[in-house]
T-cell receptor
Framework: ELKVEQNPLFLSMQEGKNYTIYCNYS?????LYWYRQDPGKSLESLFV?????AVKQEGRLMASLDTKARLSTLHITAAVHDLSATYFC????????????FGEGTQLTVNP | NAGVTQTPKFQVLKTGQSMTLQCAQD?????MSWYRQDPGMGLRLIHY???????DQGEVPNGYNVSRSTTEDFPLRLLSAAPSQTSVYFC????????????FGSGTRLTVV
């Protein structure tokens, strides 16, 4: 059974600071996703990581994937209040169709 | 393109009632799936489909049925609602072989009293 663990689950940080969210998963997988969710809203796709060593960046967010360590990171650079949201990583199991297993989510609060 | 459309957005049911949550996508995606989101538990897969006529169970399928008669539609049926099914339900779709992520619907917030 595929398990996905995120840490931290709660993160409060000041504007301008840097931090990293970690996502560990238990078995090999084809791809890893990062999503953002604002309160009461749906999930917004941030990154799709397809191979070992993949790195993607969008604005103040950068995601990376190490398939050997079964680890993905979401790095936040110079945080701003607008980044406050819950961030989920999810791992896709293509062995039988396509099944996403989500981490518990990291609730990020960026304080002025 | 409307993307993934879920209806209704909100629903209150009494214990024992049945209902169908609708999900439709207009992107010709092969893969569709249903998730439920509960506080502190992320999203959990209920049922999924890899194409019309093909469905399979996910992590938490009990109490739910699905069918996929067309590529576009993937309804989720609650057979006899229970308070434990109070949750937010999301439908998602994916194009087979794509390098893009899943597209999620806006969600249905269900309360069972």
């Amino acid at each position: 059974e595929l398990k996905v663990e995120q840490n931290p689950l709660f993160l409060s940080m000041q504007e301008g600071k840097n931090y990293t969210i970690y996502c560990n998963y238990s078995t090999t997988s084809d791809r890893l996703y990062w999503y953002r969710q604002d309160p009461g809203k749906s999930l917004e796709s941030l990154f799709v990581l397809l191979s070992n060593g993949a790195v993607k960046q969008e604005g103040r967010l950068m995601a990376s994937l190490d398939t050997k360590a079964r680890l993905s990171t979401l790095h936040i650079t110079a945080a701003v209040h607008d980044l406050s949201a819950t961030y989920f990583c999810a791992v896709d199991d293509f062995t039988s169709g396509s099944r996403l297993t989500f981490g518990e989510g990291t609730q990020l609060t960026v304080n002025p | 393109n409307a993307g993934v459309t879920q209806t209704p957005k909100f629903q209150v049911l009494k214990t024992g009632q049945s209902m169908t949550l609708q999900c439709a996508q207009d992107m010709n995606h092969e893969y569709m799936s249903w998730y439920r989101q509960d506080p502190g538990m992320g999203l959990r897969l209920i049922h999924y489909s890899v194409g019309a006529g093909i469905t399979d169970q996910g992590e938490v399928p009990n109490g739910y049925n699905v069918s996929r008669s067309t590529t576009e539609d993937f309804p989720l049926r609650l057979l006899s609602a229970a308070p434990s099914q109070t949750s937010v339900y999301f439908c998602a779709s994916l194009q087979k072989g794509t390098t893009y992520g899943y597209t999620f619907g806006s969600g249905t917030r269900l309360t069972v009293v």
